[in-house]
């Protein structure tokens, strides 16, 4: 039966503390949200209909410093911090902590279920498993992922969040294998727990989440006046989401977001073109992404069908110099995380690639340098001896995050290049990634083209994203395209790299094009040559997000 939350208590509201800087464990109480700020030491009583927020520590705040996770049982309070692990009575007024155990590791997330105590530590990449009687260790499971997790427990589950991975799992009580995993809709969640609506029963999971915002201050004792700092930023939110088991993926919290692509007509140089066919691809329909609606900005355009893609087509009589046109398109477009939920022994007996991708998706058809001795290089050291496809992919993957370093550059070099110089750019990843996989057997192509700028708390405030984007995808033979992002899981020097992105996007994914370019100028029925006039020559792009609504996978 697929796994859901549906129901939406408290109107479905972001709960921020007041006072709060790093909320981590939460847990319900009854209507009573309870909270640990690992910064002060607060052990904090929310209401989470108002954030009217309550200090239940006041006088021994001390002895809380630190704290990472959270549970209450049996009117007993449970926590972590640093290496140890503490209870404390309720009817205890001070609250003063007793030690249960101590790990010889720092401790972050703790559950507490009937007779058993579950604890999650980073450093030994396991959940410890105690008698909360007796305060002996029972077992371990490994966690799945690289980050600080903390933990919630429900009936024959374990449930995780991930702060580097960006990921709530679900896990199988009895063996902690994964059943499936959500991307959360923002970075670095770090704690969670189940709300079970008295009246109707049904839960909904919440999830914390603290880290740093950008924010600009008003100095009047500088000039300028104006100075970029860090502040600390915490908040619980409800993570809705849905698990597909037959089709094989979870979807997670989704927005509906008005998009808008838009040319201005402003040459660099002087040029007329006749007969002018401007091609812009649409926003495509998959399995987290859906089109409500588009319509043309500033100029008609009739929609034509290029290998299962919408491309809008806006035509001229003439372009030159002296003209100014703003032309594009608006859609309304549902977008939701998604996370695939396939495992390498998933592929051990796959069928052949058919001729018609190999033909298509194993070939030099980019400028992928897949005939030069560094990439061919690559390509099998990339692989070594792994049969497996999925772990041969996540090999490619790692060995291009080992070799490469992100940095902007103003033209994409091809593989080769990038290769020896070392660093590049999301679209050289993509070229790099491309040419090993292609080269290995691996059906894979170029998709995406922007991503939302990622605030789904600025609803209705027009955002503009600093660059365009590209991921790839790669055939999985016998299930179909899965995503893969080309850099952003490249987040530490030499590993361990997250997987969020590993068959998985975030919600603020646009995927706009596959298969086909995003845009193509022709004049007099020919594909106008970018070496004459080119399109960043030619014209100024406006892209727009502006985030409408946040939606339920019900």
Not at 115 to 120: F, G, K, L, M
Not at 193 to 219: C, H, M, S, W
Not at 350 to 361: D, F, H, R, V
Request: glycine content about 6%; aromatic content about 12%; hydrophobic content about 35%.
């Amino acid at each position: 039966m697929p796994h859901s939350a549906n129901s939406v208590p408290f109107g479905g509201r972001t709960i921020r503390p007041i006072a709060a800087c790093s909320i981590h464990g939460i847990t319900f109480r009854g209507k009573y949200l309870w909270a640990i700020d690992t910064r002060n030491g607060y052990l904090l009583e929310i209401d989470p209909a108002t954030d009217n927020t309550k200090i239940l520590n006041p006088h021994n705040w001390s002895d809380f410093v630190g704290a990472a996770g959270l549970a209450i049982v049996d009117d007993t309070v449970w926590f972590t911090a640093e290496e140890n692990i503490y209870f404390c009575s309720l009817t205890d007024k001070e609250l003063k902590p007793q030690l249960f155990a101590r790990l010889g590791d720092p401790a972050e997330g703790i559950a507490v279920w009937e007779a058993t105590v579950y604890v999650t530590c980073q450093r030994k990449g396991k959940i410890l498993i105690y008698n909360r009687n007796s305060g002996d260790f029972i077992t371990h499971f490994y966690t799945p992922g690289i980050g600080k997790e903390n933990i919630t427990v429900r009936d024959e589950e374990i449930w995780l969040t991930d702060t580097i991975e960006q990921t709530v799992y679900c896990l199988d009580r009895a063996t902690g294998k994964t059943i499936f995993s959500v991307l959360t809709p923002f970075e670095s969640p770090t704690g969670l727990t189940f709300y079970t609506d008295p009246q109707t029963g049904k839960e909904t999971l919440y999830v914390a989440y603290a880290d740093r915002e950008v924010y600009i201050r008003d100095n009047p004792n500088t000039e300028p006046n104006h100075e970029l700092l860090y502040r600390d930023r915490t908040f619980i939110h409800p993570l809705y989401f849905h698990y597909n088991a037959e089709q094989r993926y979870a979807l997670s919290n989704g927005y509906l977001v008005e998009i808008s692509y838009v040319e201005e007509i402003s040459p660099l140089d002087s040029v007329e073109l006749k007969d002018v066919e401007w091609h812009i691809a649409l926003p495509a329909e998959t399995p987290r992404q859906k089109v409500r609606q588009v319509e043309a900005i500033g100029v008609p355009f009739i929609e034509e069908n290029h290998d299962g893609q919408r491309v809008a087509v806006f035509k001229f009589d003439t372009l030159n110099s002296d003209d100014c046109f703003l032309f594009g398109w608006r859609a309304i477009v549902e977008v939701w995380g998604i996370k695939y939920q396939l495992r390498p022994r998933d592929c051990e007996q796959l069928p052949e690639l058919p001729p018609e991708l190999q033909q298509k998706y194993l070939v030099d058809d980019d400028e992928l340098a897949m005939d030069t001795p560094i990439v061919i290089r690559a390509a099998e050291d990339a692989a070594g001896r792994e049969t497996n496809f999925l772990r041969k992919v996540y090999s490619i993957r790692n060995y291009v995050y080992d070799k490469l370093s992100y940095g902007i550059k103003p033209h994409i070099d091809t593989p080769d290049l990038v290769l020896k110089r070392g660093v590049g750019s999301c679209g050289e990843y993509l070229g790099v990634l491309l040419a090993l996989c292609r080269l290995n057997g691996i059906a894979c192509r170029t998709v995406g083209r922007y991503k939302c700028p990622p605030h789904p708390h600025l609803k209705g405030v027009p955002l503009s994203p600093d660059y365009n984007h590209v991921w790839m995808e790669f055939y999985l033979p016998g299930f179909g395209w899965l995503p893969m992002e080309s850099n952003p899981d490249d987040v530490f020097e030499g590993g361990p790299y997250p997987t969020r992105f590993f068959m998985g996007l975030a919600w603020y994914h646009a995927e706009m094009t596959k298969d086909i370019p995003f845009e193509i100028l022709l004049s007099e029925g020919v594909k106008v040559d970018k070496e004459k006039v080119s399109i960043g020559d030619l014209a100024i792009n406006h892209v727009r997000f502006t985030i409408l609504e946040e939606l339920s996978p019900e």
